[in-house]
């Protein structure tokens, strides 16, 4: 028998039994669609909150000093605690793992502009921070050295504060006043949107402005010299957190005289930590096991399917023996029949399933409301496990059935 | 029948066959030894379970003997290999069985066509052989029914043509009438007469005495073992 003969015959076949076909195709469909559809899923709740927990800055760490513990120091003698510039300095120059150091210095100020007005988070940066905090500015520049130095009024805007203060309108060049005192949008940020962790306000809330600034305007009560609330730095990779965590503590930790271990005088705050605390692998594992299952379950049905089909046609595997056919003609005649099935369905299914993902991430949902991600190789494997388990279950049984004796198999009633 | 001189289709020499079940050892055939001729028309008779069936199975090849040799035209049958002896099924044996083994979900002539597809003859020719096959035994204007559609008589000349189609030297039947009633069993009856007459070797088992009388030769089977092997004087005597 020529392979176009088989291929022929199997068609034929599987249009005569319709409902045997139609249900075994069913089977391949789903389990197919259902895989191609969970594994994306868990990629795309992954996805999502990797994106939600890093708007406000990926691999890094925040630093501030609070009030020495009480574990390591008479009650009477509970210092506050903060960092200066010079620290700032220091950490730079001695700290070998963090890929870059910026700081901070915040205050919560009212901020107004053509009679309107919010209170804003007013981050006074230096430049390193654009680059620690990587966030998209849609319109004119960051804080630059220029700026630090000679501690310029300039200032970006949130995406909110801007349409609060300068409505849709807004642009660079505009002025607002901060506290009372008039300071030149030089930038603005884009939307950033919700954040699924951020330190006190959103971003779209915040204004920024050169950290001298906020230094010389809003000075300390605590100290002569310039005060940083924070100091942030980012990590060469996630997997260093613990190592370059250590390494800023200790530095830290000498300048402000305080015990390394005091988390309460020093707080390093990582939102890398946060989200390796997250329960995300075994969520991702949970809908890699249902998928699994779902993979399982369909490939039992086609199983079953083809089984059955087997069985109930041993006659018909002796009669072909017996007419002339060989072993192998058996084989690759069930072959092609669940080739075909289990490939077409497999097919339909992939389609299917990549339909329904696509179709997902077209619709207008939340901004963090996970998606599927779509995945070739999700989509091999899905194919080639409903494919395979198919044909072998199709296959197996009837080179069994081929290999004994054909009186055997037709005196089967 | 010149034929009678000729080199013998079917020798078989010792030929046992044990079914093994379990602990149970089912001795089907006990030492069989026959010759059958070219042209040749053979009913094999016997009560249920003496073996008959089992011989026939033997005689297709789609059995292989437990003990004993068998030639098939002169070549031993279980010297041929696999792949060799499923041609000579197709091509040298003729099948038909009591519940006619036809599939279902197929027309008549596709059923006839089945072993010219595994034959490897291009497909116009496989229907045109089909048909005429079809017309030989009465049935071309069923040609295009399932087995379903078809009657009983109807269904089993189906199967005689699918067994004719290849122009077989040896047509094995196993109780070809032995789900027909008695008038339609006639009709077949008639039919594997007229193709004996045509030439071809036959060999019926049966449990039809009528078969037996118009066989040229009959054999009785009882425990695995041939009873009796008788000719009749007048073979050809009703055509």
Request: glycine share 10%.
């Amino acid at each position: 028998m020529s392979a176009r003969e088989v291929l022929r015959e199997a068609l034929r076949l599987l249009v005569a039994h319709k409902l045997r076909s139609t249900l075994t195709l069913f089977g391949i469909v789903w389990g197919t669609a259902a895989v191609i559809f969970l594994v994306g899923w868990g990629r795309g709740v992954r996805d999502k909150l990797e994106l939600g927990f890093f708007k406000a800055g990926r691999n890094m760490g925040e630093v501030w000093a609070g009030r020495v513990s009480e574990e390591f120091t008479p009650a009477t003698d509970r210092r506050f605690l903060w960092f200066t510039s010079d620290d700032v300095a220091v950490l730079r120059r001695r700290a070998r793992l963090p890929a870059l150091i910026g700081a901070e210095a915040w205050e919560l100020l009212p901020a107004a502009a053509g009679g309107r007005g919010l209170t804003v988070d007013v981050r006074g940066i230096e430049p390193e921070v654009h680059e620690i905090r990587g966030i998209p500015i849609a319109a004119g520049r960051g804080i630059n050295r220029s700026d630090v130095s000679q501690r310029r009024r300039v200032v970006l805007l949130g995406d909110l504060v801007r349409r609060r203060l300068l409505g849709p309108q807004g642009r660079v060049g505009a002025w607002v006043r901060i506290a009372g005192i008039p300071f030149q949008v030089v930038g603005l940020f884009a939307p950033v949107g919700t954040q699924l962790a951020s330190d006190r306000y959103y971003v779209d809330e915040q204004v920024w402005v050169p950290i001298s600034t906020v230094q010389a305007l809003w000075p300390s009560p605590w100290s002569e010299e310039p005060v940083v609330t924070k100091i942030v730095y980012r990590m060469r990779e996630r997997a260093l957190l613990e190592e370059t965590e250590r390494e800023v503590r200790a530095i830290l930790a000498s300048r402000l005289h305080v015990a390394p271990d005091d988390d309460e005088a020093i707080s390093i705050w990582s939102s890398v930590k946060m989200f390796n605390r997250l329960p995300i692998e075994q969520m991702r594992g949970l809908f890699f096991v249902l998928a699994v299952a779902t993979l399982g379950i369909g490939g039992i049905g086609v199983m079953n399917m083809m089984l059955d089909s087997v069985h109930e046609r041993r006659r018909e595997i002796g009669l072909r023996l017996a007419v002339g056919a060989r072993r192998r003609d058996v084989v690759a005649q069930f072959f092609a029949e669940t080739f075909c099935v289990t490939a077409s369905g497999g097919l339909a299914g992939a389609a299917l399933g990549i339909l329904v993902c696509v179709l997902l991430r077209s619709a207008r949902l939340p901004e963090l409301a996970p998606v599927p991600v779509l995945g070739a190789d999700t989509v091999v494997a899905a194919l080639v496990v409903m494919v395979g388990v198919g044909v072998l279950a199709g296959v197996i049984p009837a080179w069994r059935a081929a290999r004994v004796d054909p009186a055997g198999t037709l005196r089967m009633e | 029948m010149s034929a009678a001189a000729a080199e013998p289709v079917i020798r078989l020499d010792g030929v046992r066959k044990v079914y093994a079940t379990g602990s149970l050892e089912v001795h089907a055939l006990r030492g069989v030894d026959l010759e059958v001729r070219a042209g040749e028309f053979v009913a094999v008779m016997g009560p249920s379970g003496s073996g008959k069936t089992t011989l026939l199975e033997i005689l297709g090849c789609l059995s292989r003997p437990s003990a004993g040799r068998y030639w098939l035209a002169g070549a031993e049958a279980d010297a041929i290999p696999a792949d060799a002896l499923a041609r000579l099924r197709g091509e040298a044996i003729g099948f038909v069985f009591q519940s006619f083994n036809l599939l279902p979900r197929q027309s008549a002539v596709e059923n006839v066509e089945l072993p010219l597809v595994y034959r490897g003859v291009p497909r116009r020719e496989r229907r045109r052989r089909a048909l005429s096959a079809l017309e030989r035994v009465g049935l071309a204007h069923r040609a295009a029914h399932r087995p379903a559609e078809l009657s009983g008589g109807e269904r089993q000349r189906v199967a005689i043509a699918r067994a004719l189609v290849n122009r077989p030297t040896l047509v094995l039947a196993d109780e070809p009438t032995g789900n027909l009633d008695s008038h339609t069993g006639e009709e077949i009856l008639a039919l594997l007469h007229s193709v004996h007459a045509e030439g071809n070797t036959l060999v019926v088992v049966t449990h039809d005495a009528g078969i037996g009388r118009r066989a040229g030769r009959t054999i009785a089977i009882r425990d695995g073992r041939i009873e009796r092997d008788s000719r009749s004087v007048a073979p050809e005597a009703r055509p």
